[in-house]
């Protein structure tokens, strides 16, 4: 068990002889509940707001989630590979994690709107090569951090590496795949 779940643990039990306990453990505990707390209240709200932008943009609810189903996808492929590697989700390195909506969106909307304009091969197209370019370039960024000597700003650049890998797979994996086929697409 980790230190921090045993404190929570001990701050449990604590809890449940003494309900009015305070002190610098409780402190700690309630502190790290509320982040987490304010950390979905952001994620949730930063994903709606996103959803009503698209649908304002796009004006249609088809294509706003032809760029929110990879976003999310690459998300949960995010959260599986920190749980199968050995990289922790940590108050230093979680508040990185919305920067990747929007990179994830921006690229996505990119093959949706090359869709809308009669573009027929995604992969094929400038959009594709800018799409990875961009994301070298944001990564080599994130790979500085990922060196660095500071334990919370490495983890942050781990982190952001690993997200960043996970939208690029998404975006040029899923989104073709799911871009519906025109009937001039058809050999």
């Known amino acids: 068990m980790t230190s921090s779940g045993a404190l929570h643990q001990f701050v449990s039990a604590v809890q449940r002889l003494e309900p009015d306990i305070a002190g610098p453990a409780v402190d700690i505990v309630e502190s790290a509940n509320s982040i987490v707390r304010a950390f979905e209240q952001a994620a949730v709200a930063a994903v709606v707001m996103i959803a009503v ?6 004006r249609r609810v088809k294509d706003m989630g032809l760029v929110l189903a990879p976003l999310m996808l690459s998300a949960l492929m995010t959260v599986v590979l920190v749980v199968l590697l050995p990289e922790t989700l940590n108050f230093a390195n979680i508040i990185a994690l919305p920067l990747l909506l929007g990179v994830g969106v921006s690229f996505n909307i990119y093959f949706v709107m090359n869709w809308r304009d009669g573009v027929h091969f995604p992969l094929a197209s400038p ?3 800018a799409v990875l370019f961009s994301a070298l370039t944001t990564g080599t960024a994130f790979g500085s951090l990922a060196m660095s000597h500071h334990p919370g700003t490495a983890s942050m650049g781990r982190l952001l ?4 890998g996970c939208t690029l797979v998404s975006t040029l994996v899923f989104v073709p795949a799911l871009l519906p086929k025109r009937k001039s697409d058809e050999f």
């Open 53 to 58: 932008i698209l649908l304002l943009a796009l």
């Open 127 to 129: 959009t594709a090569r």
């Open 161 to 164: 590496l690993l997200s960043l």
